[in-house]
Nanobody, 119 residues
Framework: QVQLVESGGGLVQAGGSLRLSCAAS????????MGWFRQAPGKEREFVAA????????YYADSVKGRFTVSRDNAKNTVYLQMDSLKPEDTAVYYC????????????WGQGTQVTVSS
């Protein structure tokens, strides 16, 4: 059973930082791309960041570029999202996901962790 569990969310003031973690279990994810998404109230889920299996290539939404950093530790089956210079508009539920390369996008999702940024 594949499982992704996010942690690290919380309440932070604007300008602050949080580090999200996503621990994967059920299989090794060292060969798969992983991503972070978020969904704010009343809005559709949107892409935030992604990292290739090697950890060398990373991708970011324009809205977070320069402020967020995605990384992974394949030995720990864990992916991270370091979020700096947070803004109130970053408030959302953050989800991690894994792509198994089936061509259907992301195949498994976590349950999400709430991030709230106060002004």
């Amino acid at each position: 059973q594949v499982q992704l569990v996010e942690s690290g969310g919380g309440l932070v003031q604007a300008g602050g930082s949080l580090r999200l973690s996503c621990a994967a279990s059920g299989r090794s994810f060292r060969s798969y791309d992983m991503g972070w998404f978020r969904q704010a109230p009343g809005k559709e889920r949107e892409f935030v960041a992604a990292i290739r299996w090697s950890g060398i290539n990373t991708y970011y939404a324009d809205s977070v570029k320069g402020r967020f950093t995605v990384s992974r530790d394949n030995a720990k089956n864990t992916v991270y999202l370091q979020m700096d210079s947070l803004k109130p508009e970053d408030t959302a539920v953050y989800y991690c996901a894994v792509s198994l390369g089936t061509g259907s996008g992301y195949d498994y999702w976590g349950q999400g962790t709430q991030v709230t940024v106060s002004s």
